[in-house]
């Protein structure tokens, strides 16, 4: 069975600072790895995925994911981040016998200071 | 641009009354999926449509949930009755896949429950 741990259930970080939200997977098979942010009542928007290749992938608005085979992860960074990156984040895996089946993990509440 | 349409946004109901929401996906998008996301938690897969069909099911409650995608298009799922325990946020993605994982899923805004 597939599942996503976040270890970190609230991290805060000041503007301007440098982030790394984590990520642990477990997969049977070679995962698609996915990161989302979701705005306080709003649905999920992809910031980016991995499904081979450089296992260091861009996203939108400055995030980049590094996939570590060895380690099971798929950490999330940005190096410098500002007040509208508070949010939620979801770290998902699927694959390509699932039909398309996210699985996510419980997300990480970012919060950010002035 | 293209969006997931969910509807109600807010529902506040009774428990034991019936409940049901709905969801129209972007154009063209063959699969459907409902996510039920608990405060706190993050989204868990209640039901996948692949076109009509149902391809997944197994995490829905099938003696009071029901999810229908009769033309393979727009899509209902249904609670009846509601327990307390059903208030989250029932959220509806769709994505281009068919037959194989191809990406991005694109989630609507959701419905948030309340079972009062």
């Known amino acids: 069975a597939q599942s996503v741990t976040q270890p970190d259930i609230h991290i805060t970080v000041s503007e301007g600072a440098s982030l790394e939200l984590r990520c642990n997977y477990s997969y049977g098979a070679t995962p698609y790895l996915f990161w989302y942010v979701q705005s306080p009542g709003q649905g999920l928007q992809l910031l980016l995925k991995y499904f081979s290749g450089d296992t260091l992938v861009q996203g939108i608005k400055g995030f980049e994911a590094e996939f570590k085979r060895s380690q099971s992860s798929f950490n999330l960074r940005k190096p410098s981040v500002h007040w509208s990156d508070a949010a939620e984040y979801f770290c998902?895996?699927?694959?390509?016998?699932?039909?398309?089946?996210?699985?996510f993990g419980q997300g990480t509440i970012l919060t950010v200071h002035p | 641009e293209a969006e997931v349409a969910q509807s109600p946004r807010y529902k506040i109901t009774e428990k034991s009354q019936a409940v049901a929401f709905w969801c129209d996906p972007i154009?063209?998008?063959?699969?459907l999926y409902w996510y039920r996301q608990i405060l706190g938690q993050g989204p868990e897969l209640l039901v996948q449509?692949?076109?009509?069909?149902?391809?997944?099911d197994s995490q829905l409650p099938k003696d009071r949930f029901s999810a229908e995608r009769l033309k393979g298009v727009d899509s209902t799922l249904k609670i009846q009755p509601a327990e307390l325990g059903d208030s989250a946020m029932y959220l509806c993605?769709?994505?281009?896949?068919?037959?194989?994982?191809?990406?991005?899923?694109?989630f609507g805004e959701g419905s948030r429950l309340t079972v009062l």
């Open positions: 449509f692949q076109d009509e069909s149902v391809v997944d």
């Open positions: 993605a769709s994505s281009l896949a068919r037959g194989s994982f191809t990406g991005e899923l694109f």
């Open positions: 998902a895996v699927g694959g390509g016998t699932s039909y398309g089946k996210l699985t």
């Open positions: 154009s063209g998008h063959a699969t």
